[in-house]
């Protein structure tokens, strides 16, 4: 009860604080003139205004992760709760935000490119890819997904398949139109849709008795997942609860923002700030999801007669608390914001390729020439089992996070400024990727000592090697 209220109130003192002690170290200039302005082409490049920016930002890096990913991972207990707070303000949001200002300070540039800039020609090569194909992954996924959902809820002659057209035919509208014209226009309505279904979650945790039914922190600070051994805390839970605590796919969405801001001195309100707003939906949901079924082995039993399946339980949740009104949320929450993921998804890998190739995206026709091979493949993933490119793309998307915090941390070193705020995390999420790709089924499903010890010898290697090299 007092440990999910006192988790929120930490997001926002973290916001307050520890964002604005981020913006000084990163040093926003409001007298310096943004990407929007000095390279406005009237697609990509285009000024906005903050709160549209912060809505589109919060839309594009929550979508489902932060409910999907926060009800996964409640099954572990209240230490979700610490994971999402500090993984948020520590690592989550100065990972965003750094992204996105650099980006600015650097004409607007997406990640691969700001990664290769202070890891190396090598390391960017390979980024290049990686992120590519990780855009690509997310776009296929969030087709797959959603469009079964429709098919189950729409009259038989609209099968899976109908569905997964109509949606790529939308993803390709949103990948080639300026940014003002569907996304600019119709996300920000998303956005607020999705904080007004948190509220109203928010309202019956604590109108209809579930507050009570939340363990604290400070009496259950244990693993609470069933088959604890199976699924260690250490590193599970921090690949389970990405969104709203640290996650790489927002890096490559922050760019997108970068060529839109006004001001330099917005970037904290809508990259530290929709970083934040969305750790507070994802507390939110592992809140309702500790409580809903009577506490944390509920919520075990739950997922396990679901088959993993969490979107049934957002649906069931939703329906419940919120009757119609839910009904209708849990269907955005489920359908439509994926959606938005995935086309954003399509979008940002068409600006990774043309800033990769040099290749202007003010004509149409170079936009199309982009991104029909994105669109190939992504619709030839669709063919995959839905459940084998989620789990490679939430390992995949934690180790881009990983990545692009040592490509901040080189950054600070190099701008003579605090580069511990970096580095701490990279080491911590280091030691969760390393270890996580040892022990996991989809990875080498080797022994879980196996793992702790790849853990702590691949973080301490590359501080080595960044300690060597910061002398130098």
């Known amino acids: 009860m007092f440990s999910f209220t006192l988790a929120v109130i930490g997001l926002i003192l ?63 207990g209240p230490v979700a709760f610490l994971w999402i707070v500090l ?24 990640i691969p490119e700001i990664i290769g ?45 109908v569905w997964v057209f109509i949606i790529l035919a939308y993803y390709i509208a949103a ?108 507390l939110i949901w592992a809140a309702i999801g500790m409580s809903f079924y009577g506490g944390v082995q509920g919520l075990n039993s739950a997922i396990a007669g679901y088959h993993g399946e969490a979107t049934i339980i957002v649906r069931e949740i939703s329906n419940t608390t919120l009757g119609t009104i839910g009904g209708i949320l849990a269907i955005l929450g489920v359908v ?5 993921t995935g086309d954003t998804a399509f979008r940002s890998a068409r600006l990774i390729v043309a800033d990769f190739l040099k290749f202007s995206q003010k004509k149409l026709l170079n936009r199309v020439l982009v991104s029909l091979p994105l669109f190939i493949i992504g619709f030839t993933l669709t063919q995959v089992k839905f459940d084998i490119i989620w789990r490679y793309m939430f390992w995949s998307n934690q180790v881009l996070a990983t990545v692009v915090l040592w490509a901040i941390t080189v950054y600070l070193a190099k701008e003579k400024k605090p580069y511990m705020i970096t580095l701490i995390p990279a080491l911590f999420m280091t030691a969760v990727v390393s270890n996580y790709i040892v022990i996991a089924p989809e990875g080498f499903h080797l022994p879980h000592w196996l793992g702790y ?20």
């Open 14 to 76: 973290g916001y307050i604080l520890y964002g604005r002690f981020v913006e000084r170290v990163f040093g926003a200039n409001s007298q310096i003139a943004t990407p929007a302005y000095t390279m406005q082409d009237g697609v990509d490049y285009l000024p906005m205004p903050w709160w549209k920016a912060f809505l589109i930002q919060f839309l594009n890096i929550a979508g489902l992760g932060p409910i999907v990913g926060a009800v996964l991972g409640a099954a572990y």
């Open 175 to 282: 990948t080639l139109l300026p940014i003002d014209k569907i996304i600019g226009r119709f996300y920000p309505i998303f956005g607020l849709a999705l904080i007004v279904m948190a509220i109203g979650i928010t309202a019956a945790i604590f109108t209809e008795g579930y507050l009570y039914d939340i363990p604290e922190v400070w009496n259950n600070l244990y693993n609470m997942k069933a088959n604890a051994d199976k699924f260690p805390l250490f590193p599970m839970l921090f690949v389970t609860i990405s969104c709203g605590a640290i996650s790489g796919f927002h890096s490559t969405q922050s760019p997108m923002m970068a060529r839109c801001l006004k001001n330099e001195r917005e970037g904290r309100k809508v990259f530290y700030g929709a970083m934040v707003t969305e750790g507070v939906i994802a």
């Open 117 to 161: 800039k202070y890891l190396g020609v090598n390391v960017k090569h390979f980024m290049r890819g990686f992120t590519l194909l990780l855009m690509i992954l997310v776009g296929a996924a969030f087709i797959s997904g959603p469009a079964a959902l429709l098919a189950s809820l729409t009259p038989e002659y609209l099968t899976k398949s």
């Open 453 to 472: 010890l790849v853990g702590v010898l691949t973080p301490s290697v590359l501080l080595y090697i960044f300690t060597r090299y910061h002398k130098r």
């Open 87 to 110: 993984g948020n303000i520590l690592a989550g949001a100065v990972h965003d935000y750094f992204s996105g200002m650099i980006s600015i300070r650097m004409g607007g540039l997406s």
């Open 336 to 340: 439509a914001a994926p959606i938005t």
